[in-house]
């Protein structure tokens, strides 16, 4: 089963408007180049629309790292999916971060899911365990209670992304070993499996996210079922970035 591999870069609360226009002019020649891999950016919002100019006729995406799931209303400060639909592909749903600083439940990044999906943006699911889940033994207990409540057939048909992201490896410079991220992804393969049967299981794209480096992604990409990464910090070095692209493709482009 031939998946494209999937690499996008989380910029998180990093660059103003100047700085990411820069940042994607460097990387962006050198991303061109590379085939066979579906790249992602997400830059902050307020320079999803100077990304979008920029990156026009190439083969580089845009994903938005959030969204509320309201149409428009008195939200204040929120972002809705018309607001996002002609910005950007791709929309990243239920970090952890967001989890766990702003409170969001699987209840709202449900919601959150089904908006994304009625607007035609590619929802990229984040699930994944704290450390004290994993020391206890309940890694798939977890992963499991969160696909239950956020991943509806309908989510997958639209072309969903799932990104497992074990939240001891986010920021921490301390990655899953390549086989450890495997056994998770393996597992939430087959669960997929068993909810929705094997033909969605074997096409969803499921990304590993926790300190990806130019030094470990081809640690990751080597494994049969990781299909790519989602990188926070690498992704702001445009050689890093770059180079774990050019190293997705070169082991199991298309
Ligand atoms: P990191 O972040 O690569 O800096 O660990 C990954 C993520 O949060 O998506």
Aim: glycine share 10%; aromatic share 8%.
């Amino acid at each position: 089963m031939s998946r494209t591999p999937f690499i996008a870069g989380n910029w998180k609360m990093n660059t103003n408007i100047e700085e990411a226009v820069a940042l994607i002019k460097t990387m962006q020649p050198q991303l061109n180049k590379i085939q066979g891999v579906e790249k992602v950016l997400c830059p902050p919002f307020i320079s999803l629309n100077a990304a979008r100019g920029v990156t026009r006729g190439s083969t580089v995406k845009l994903g938005a790292q959030n969204m509320f799931y309201e149409e428009k209303g008195a939200y204040t400060g929120e972002i809705s999916p018309l607001m996002l639909k002609d910005l950007c592909d791709y929309v990243i749903i239920g970090h952890s971060e967001r989890r766990q600083y702003f409170g969001e439940t699987d209840d709202i990044i449900n919601k959150k899911l089904k908006a994304a999906v009625t607007h035609n943006l590619k929802p990229v699911l984040c699930v994944g365990e704290t450390s004290e889940e994993n020391e206890a033994g309940q890694t798939k207990e977890v992963i499991g209670g969160q696909l239950i409540k956020c991943a509806d057939k309908l989510y997958f048909m639209s072309g969903m992304v799932i990104a497992y992201e074990p939240l001891w490896a986010i920021g921490t410079g301390k990655n899953a070993s390549g086989n450890e991220a495997n056994r998770t992804i393996n597992f939430i393969r087959q669960f997929i499996s068993r909810m929705h049967g094997s033909g969605i299981a074997n096409t969803v794209r499921i990304l590993y996210g926790g300190s990806v480096t130019a030094a470990n992604i081809s640690e990751f990409m080597r494994e049969p079922d990781i299909d790519g990464a989602l990188v926070g910090g690498a992704s702001l070095k445009a050689d890093d970035f770059v180079s774990i692209v050019r190293q997705a493709s070169e082991i199991k482009g298309l």
